[in-house]
Structures are given as C-alpha cells and as structure tokens.
C-alpha cells in the first residue's frame, strides 16, 4: 500500500495505491470548526448535494446514473470531531480494469457535478429536494426515543452541560429544522464552499498521476484556507457531582455516568487511555465492568464504556430494573476505584491484543484505511507501525495512572416505568 499526499493549492489530494480491493473508493471530505448555530443546516445540505442537481434533477435521474455505473455507491455523513464538523460526500466504483466499457473520468465526475452544480436557481434549492430531507430528518430524530440507549446518551449530554459542543446534536431538533429555507441553506452552501477545508481520497489499484489529473480538472475549489481549526473541548469539570433522574416510559432504567479526563497529554489520549478505557468497559466481555454488573450479580445484559478523546470525557452506559439502580451505581463506582489499584498485566495483554486486531482488521476495509489516514494527516493519530510499537510498550502501572486522572462529573439516570410490561388485565 503506497500513500502519497498532493498538494493541489486550495486543497490536498490524497492517493492511497492498493491491490487489495476490486473497487475504487473516493471521499471528498469537507472540515470546520463547528458552529453550534448552523450545525443542522449543514447536516442537511450534504444530504441535498447527493439528492439532486441540474444535471440529474430528480432521485430516479441520479440513481440511473450511478447503475450505468455499474452500480456505484454515493452517500453523504456528517460527524462531529471535538470541536470539527467533518461532512464528506463518498463514492464507490468498480475497478475499470474489470470491465471493458467504462470510463474511471465518469465515475470520478460525477460528485463533483453534483458539489458544483447542485440544484439551485435564484440562490435557492429546490424546495421540494429540500422538504424530502427534512421529512427524512425530523423522522430520524423522534425515531432517536425508540432507541433507548442512545436517547439516554443524549439527554445525558444535555444534562452535563447543554451549553457544550459535546452535547449538540449535528441534526439539531425539529423546530431548528423548520427554520431552515431554499435560500439559507444557499447561503451554508456558498460558506462551506468557500470557507472549508476540502482534503480528497482515492483509494484502489489507480494510476496515480492519472486519478490526481482528473480530480484536479474536476474539483473547482478555489478558496485559500488559512484560519485554525481547533480539536479539544475543555469541558467544566464540577466539584460536586451533578446527578438527575428522571422519569420514562421505557422497560428499564437508563443509566449513564459521564466523567471529565483530567489533564491527559496527547500521548495519553493516543495509547495508555485507549487501553485504560478497554479494560474498564470498552473491550470484550472480560472488562471490569461487565464482571461487577452482570457476570458477579446479574444486573444487566450490557454495559460498555467509550473514551471520547477530543471532548476529554469518558462515558458510562447501562440498562437495569428500577430496583438496582442504587446497587448498580454503587458497582460502577467501586470500579472505577478498582481501575486505580487493582489492574493485572494478563487484562493489559488482551486490551493490548484486542486493539492491535482491531487496527489490523481497519486495513481490510477502504473506509477505515481512509479513515486511518486522514486522522494521522490531521495529527490525531500515529502512523500504525507506531501505534502498534507505543500500545505494546504500556504496563498495568501506566494504565493504573490513568485511573486516577477521571472524575465523575454527572450520573444520569433514566428510571423505567414500572407499570411498563405488566399485565394490564390482572
């Protein structure tokens, strides 16, 4: 695999050279600092671009196009990174070498087609394109309460402190969606165009100079980025824990624990705390916490933990009955002190193991190996030989250390309705 960068004026283009795939991947990546106002606009602009344009005004129109292609994918996403927003607009081709009739110049057009020339007239999306995605958009957010979990993460967020980055939520809510307009999503259009970042990928068995020569004919952006793009969220940390509990309709109770890193350095985030935070509940079902709750006592199916490195919070998630929530809490907090004693080289080794699997799993797939890439390019990531070297060297002292740089700052919890499931006829 051969990974060269291109610096191509406004933009970088990045070629990842493999002959490990049939297909050819190019993402188109777009990144800012976030702006908590705006966020939602932009989440539905991506999914406009890749709706319609002038030369394929409607669904149907795009979706023949990308058949002729012989059925080549085109999507967009948008995620929050700490304080970036990062959109990117992908497509997957078949490799032309396996067919004789197709053309990689048309595959590689097409979403810069739809990038330059969206359907606009008068500085307006059609508004019809533009309701399709809202309905899609408000349905995906009151989908968000049928997902218990996930809607207790949310509101936990909020709970800690709604006015933080961490807990925006990138689609916004159905009020902020029905504000949206033709001409105000024009003008996230023409400030994302013209202000973004803008770093492209291709992955696949290419020809270097030649997928750089198309992509530079076809990607127009113009505009030189100078401004800095910030990462870390310095999140309040509370000298007394904020803990709230409120009622839901749901079988069980919800419980999320979010706690502040304190003071972590890069290399921290990067090695010792990923494996810290495997141990503890982020890795199989040998973590600490999934051996207090449910293998000891039984009081849950599930319990996970994630390290969100750019917000410098680690989060607690769980379900349980009404009854053990206090039992429950009890076990949680006695783990985390656990962590800071009581951690043995045995789990170190499998966290260690279970990571390196997992970075090697990544070069199976193109979009983890973009992925991969565009971190180490941003600075948050090592290059993999590195990480795999730097995870290997971590001890259980190391990890122990990171224990005791947690602080538990809100317990959220989610009660269940305790009428839920009972059998109304008795």
């Given at each position: 695999m051969v990974y060269k960068q291109h610096n191509n004026g406004s933009y970088n283009i990045h070629t990842i050279k493999t002959d490990r795939f049939k297909n050819i991947k190019m993402e188109i990546f777009f990144r800012n600092n976030i702006d908590p106002?705006?966020?939602?606009?932009?989440?539905?602009?991506?999914?406009?671009?890749?709706?319609?344009?002038t030369k394929y005004p409607t669904k149907r129109d795009l979706t023949l196009a990308l058949e002729e292609l012989y059925n080549a994918n085109l999507y967009a996403t948008s995620i929050k990174v700490g304080k970036q927003i990062i959109s990117s607009i992908s497509m997957d081709f078949l490799n032309p070498k396996y067919t004789e009739d197709f053309n990689i110049e048309d595959a590689i057009r097409l979403p810069f087609e739809l990038i330059f020339n969206p359907d606009v007239k008068n500085e307006e999306f059609k508004r019809s394109t533009l309701e399709t995605i809202r309905t899609r958009m408000i349905a995906d957010i009151e989908s968000l309460k049928e997902n218990p979990r996930r809607y207790a993460l949310m509101e936990a967020l909020k709970s800690f402190d709604e006015k933080s980055i961490s807990a925006i939520n990138i689609m916004g809510n159905i009020d902020d969606l029905n504000l949206i307009t033709p001409h105000n999503l024009y003008e996230t259009y023409q400030e994302i165009i013209d202000h973004d970042y803008i770093d492209i990928f291709i992955i696949g068995d290419i020809d270097e100079h030649q997928v750089v020569d198309i992509i530079s004919k076809y990607a127009k952006f113009t505009t030189i980025k100078n401004h800095p793009l910030e990462m870390n969220i310095n999140n309040k940390v509370r000298s007394k824990i904020n803990e709230v509990m409120v009622p839901s309709n749901n079988a069980q109770a919800q419980i999320v624990y979010i706690l502040n890193t304190l003071n972590l350095s890069d290399e921290e985030k990067k090695y010792p705390f990923m494996i810290y935070n495997m141990i503890l509940g982020g890795g199989s079902l040998e973590t600490k916490l999934y051996q207090n709750l449910r293998d000891k006592n039984s009081l849950c199916y599930n319990v996970n933990s994630m390290f969100q490195?750019?917000?410098?919070?680690?989060?607690?998630?769980?379900?349980?009955?009404?009854?053990?929530?206090?039992?429950?809490?009890?076990?949680?907090?006695?783990?985390?002190?656990?962590?800071?004693h009581k951690v043995s080289d045995d789990e170190v080794r499998r966290a260690v193991s279970a990571i390196i699997s997992s970075i090697k799993m990544s070069l199976d797939v193109p979009g983890r190996i973009i992925d991969m890439y565009l971190f180490e390019y941003m600075g948050s990531i090592d290059n993999i030989d590195e990480r795999i070297k730097k995870f290997k060297e971590i001890t259980k002292n190391d990890v122990m250390k990171m224990a005791r740089k947690v602080k538990v700052n809100t317990v959220y919890v989610m009660k269940g309705d305790e009428d839920n499931g009972k059998d109304q006829t008795k």
């Open positions: 106002q705006n966020i939602h606009k932009r989440a539905m602009l991506f999914d406009v671009l890749v709706e319609t344009s490195k750019f917000d410098n919070l680690e989060i607690i998630s769980t379900a349980v009955d009404n009854e053990n929530i206090k039992l429950t809490c009890k076990l949680i907090n006695n783990t985390l002190k656990e962590m800071e």
